[in-house]
């Protein structure tokens, strides 16, 4: 699945998803920059504490499916989007329009 007509849509959909990722994670605090930065000076409290757990937390989730999301983008640049990365068979479509970023067909997926 490599040429333009059949990866424009998924390429539009996965810029989407990957602007909006990059815009949670700098809402959250965690752009370009790195982490949150958090006052020295401030005295910790165990809910500033939980929520500063819940918000990295969530920083990593989002950044690992920034992650995905990129190295989809990348396989499209490539030529190589909808190649299972596992067995090199083609990813079924329904897949792909269900998880763009999918790296692995459903065989390969549950086997891991």
């Known amino acids: 699945m490599s040429s333009d007509a059949t990866t424009a849509e998924p390429r539009a959909h996965l810029e989407r998803e990957r602007d909006e990722l990059r815009h949670r994670l700098a ?10 930065e958090y006052d020295g000076n401030f ?8 929520e500063r757990g819940e918000a990295e937390a969530l920083a990593h989730t989002l950044r690992e499916t920034l992650n995905e999301v990129e190295h989809a983008l990348a396989k499209i640049e490539a030529g190589t989007y909808g190649t299972c990365e596992g067995c090199e068979q083609p990813i079924a ?3 792909l329009e ?11 997926a549950s086997k891991r």
Do not use: Y
Not at 43 to 50: C, E, G, L, N
Not at 98 to 108: E, H, L, N
């Open 98 to 108: 269900a998880m763009p970023a999918a790296r692995f067909c459903i065989d390969c």
């Open 27 to 36: 809402e959250l605090g965690f752009g370009d920059a790195g982490g949150l």
């Open 43 to 50: 005295a910790d409290s165990s809910q500033v504490t939980a």
């Open 93 to 95: 479509p329904p897949r």
